[in-house]
């Protein structure tokens, strides 16, 4: 191996939702030499960090430090393939499609470097448009051959050489004192398909949004009030493990049309005020009175108070889906209605 020399040392097919479902595919040495002839690595020193102050999520970024979802998730899904005792070979086709669809989220590249001590992981997203199917293909069997070969192909797949979705970056480093550390690094370069081939596409948002409230700084109506979470953790998990929660926060955007940015707070305290009245008064609330946010002031600040058991309501706040039926004197909100049929 030469100085600088990266080989690739692996090519595995992964399912991103489960971390037992990936096969490596059984290339020769010879092969992969090949294949790393070709396939095109993406350039990472164009990429700016992930910004959490923005609930705008970006289309490409990286990750250096902890606490990031996405980071962490792929930390643990190579953490997991790494603890088995061995990953499969792919036999067959049948093994990586289902009909015309694909049984894979991405096909893993593994390159390493022995100088560096550096391993690099690429993923690259499986489309439908992978699958070849009763083709006949013609090439030249030489560059300067004057006759074309012809392969036949009942059904076989084409490996993605280009447009790598998301980089994972792990090597050895020794300070100058010479403590020695582990640095990881995400580099995501299509975060749609990250997203979508690991399945992240609410949690990741959710947290996104979650994340907002964790200093108290994040602001809404027009008058700019606090909003504050008593428990982060305990109100990201009442959000993930409830699809019409889920749905509510990973739709929120925070452009200044949403309506909820563009109200005043009196306004806000009406709504505060009408839904305290819908529950003390109706003989039969579909929701309690510590289901709904409480506004506090102190030291000159307006505070907008949230727990995981109001975080239905503020949901249904947060995307203007809390409905008043007037003949019926009922306040209507998603969550509950939803879980008021199971």
């Known amino acids: 191996m030469g100085k600088d020399e990266v080989l690739l040392i692996g090519v595995y097919v992964v399912d991103g939702s489960r971390s037992e479902n990936i096969k490596k595919l059984p290339f020769d040495n010879e092969q992969l030499k090949q294949i790393s002839k070709v396939v095109s690595l993406p350039e990472s020193d164009k990429l700016k960090p992930f910004d959490i102050e923005s609930l705008n999520l970006q289309k490409k970024y990286y990750v250096d430090n902890d606490g990031n979802v996405q980071k962490e998730y792929v930390e643990h899904f190579l953490t997991e393939v790494k603890a088995q005792t061995s990953v499969k070979l792919v036999n067959s086709m049948q093994e990586l499609f289902d009909g015309v669809d694909n049984k894979y989220d991405f096909v893993m590249y593994h390159f390493y470097n022995e100088q560096t001590k550096s391993h690099n992981v690429y993923f690259y997203y499986l489309n439908k448009g992978t699958i070849i199917k009763n083709k006949v293909i013609a090439e030249f069997e030489h560059t300067t051959a004057k006759k074309l070969k012809i392969i036949e192909s009942n059904k076989s797949f ?3 050489l280009g447009n790598c979705t998301a980089q994972y970056t792990y090597r050895q480093s020794t300070d100058v004192d010479g403590e020695n550390s582990v640095i ?3 580099y995501v370069y299509n975060a749609k398909d990250f997203d979508y081939g690991f399945d992240l596409k609410e949690s990741v948002k959710v947290n996104h949004v979650c994340d907002q409230f964790k200093e108290e700084e994040y602001r809404l ?10 428990d982060l953790k305990e109100i990201k998990k009442k959000i993930l493990g409830d699809t019409t929660l889920s749905d509510s926060f990973s739709n929120y955007s925070n452009h200044a049309n949403a309506r909820i940015k563009s109200i005043s707070f009196e306004q806000l305290r009406t709504v505060i005020e009408k839904i305290n009245e819908y529950v003390a ?3 039969n609330p579909k929701f309690l009175i510590n ?3 409480t506004i506090s002031e102190s030291g000159g600040k307006t505070r907008l108070n949230i727990t995981s058991e109001s975080v239905p309501i503020f949901a249904a706040l947060l995307t203007n889906t809390a409905v008043e039926k007037l003949l019926d004197n009922e306040i209507i909100i998603p969550y509950f209605k939803v879980h008021e049929q199971l």
């Open 221 to 230: 109506t027009s008058s700019e009030v606090l909003v504050k979470f008593s």
């Open 281 to 283: 008064k109706s003989p």
């Open 291 to 293: 289901n709904i946010p």
């Open 158 to 160: 084409s490996l993605p």
């Open 184 to 186: 990881k690094v995400l």
